[in-house]
């Protein structure tokens, strides 16, 4: 028969102390360094507690994304890795093949762009076709995270490549322009969208290649 303990790094860290302190001395403790021990378990409970409460506060946090991305409440949702992937999958489906990595680096980016919600992203890529736009950049249907930069990158126009993350690498900036040209020979209305000012109105019939309102 065989007994597994589960414990906290911090109880870990106690037990070690305790045991030597306690088990190993071969001498009586001296009343300062007991003062000291007593002192130091109160605070590595506390600690632990609040680790714990940290823990419990994150996983709460993450769930209630995931909620207010389905009910469609944007404005108050802290872009984060987790609530991304929970806007990207309800937008366009689950696509299994995407890293947690790539969710981390588009998080950064769109931090990077400016945004601080949900609701100006979905904004900047409204009625654009992700599909359509994967094939006219890439010729093929990409992953979820690569046609969302696409959706990007034609709603925001020159200010994506401005802002991205990797603005200063030449070879960067002479990639993108050359999908912006691409966008731009197919007809797709190219837009200027930034986070920090309301998007302008265009005239009906101006965003030629999004989709039809359902």
């Known amino acids: 028969m065989a007994e597994i303990q589960v414990r906290t790094v911090l109880q870990h860290a106690w037990a070690e102390i305790e045991h030597d302190i306690q088990y190993k001395s071969t001498i009586t403790i001296p009343t300062e360094i007991r003062r000291r021990f007593v002192a130091l378990a109160g605070m590595l409970e506390i600690a632990d507690r609040e680790f714990q409460g940290i823990q419990d506060s994150d996983l709460e946090f993450r769930e209630e994304a995931r909620k207010s991305v389905q009910r469609g409440d944007l404005d108050a949702v802290e872009i984060t890795p987790d609530a991304l992937r929970a806007y990207l999958d309800k937008k366009f489906g689950p696509d299994n093949r995407i890293s947690p990595y790539s969710y981390e680096f588009t998080t950064r980016l769109l931090k990077s762009l400016g945004f601080a919600n949900f609701r100006q992203v979905d904004e900047c890529i409204s009625g654009y076709d992700d599909d359509q736009l ?24 020159g200010e994506f490549i401005k802002r991205h993350l990797w603005k200063d690498h030449d070879w960067y900036q002479t990639s993108m322009e050359t999908r912006l040209e691409r966008l731009r020979s197919a007809g797709i209305p190219l837009g200027s969208y930034c986070p920090e000012r309301p998007p302008q109105t265009e005239p009906p019939g101006d965003r030629v290649g999004r989709e039809n309102p359902a």
Request: glycine share 12%; proline share 0%.
């Open 134 to 157: 994967s094939r006219i950049v890439y010729v093929t249907r990409q992953g979820q995270t690569t046609r969302f930069e696409c959706l990007l990158l034609a709603g925001m126009g």
